[in-house]
């Protein structure tokens, strides 16, 4: 089993930075998929980034160019880095982890992010 807990989330102006942090327990965080999602009210939830054991990302069009996602495996962490920040980006961020070959699908509790002026 495996538990995530997101950190970060918060109130900015239009424009800023936030750094989102997703702490996991238990083992085998190294070979999950990582991810962060988001849901904004009255939407459904939506892919933001993903990187994979081997590193590789993968980004939601919305945010290329001004979010990266990344990971410390010797602190079961994965972190997004958010800049350029847009009252679009309002939403409730989870961290999700994911082991295909043992079917194995985790998500965080999640962390509100408001950019507003």
């Known amino acids: 089993q495996v538990q995530l807990v997101e950190s970060g989330g918060g109130l900015v102006q239009p424009g800023g930075s936030l750094r989102l942090s997703c702490a996991a327990s238990?083992?085998?965080?190294?070979?999950?998929?990582m991810g962060w999602y988001r849901q904004a009210p009255g939407n459904q939830r939506e892919l933001v980034a993903t990187i994979s054991s081997g590193l590789i990302t993968n980004y939601a069009d919305s945010v290329k160019g001004r979010f990266t996602i990344s990971r410390d495996n010797a602190k079961n962490t994965v972190y997004l880095q958010m800049n350029s920040l847009k009252p679009e980006d309002t939403a409730v961020y989870y961290c999700?982890?994911?082991?295909?070959?043992?079917?194995?699908?985790?998500w965080g509790q999640g962390t509100q992010v408001t950019v507003s002026s």
């Open positions: 238990g083992s085998g965080f190294s070979f999950y998929i």
């Open positions: 999700n982890g994911r082991r295909i070959v043992y079917n194995n699908n985790y």
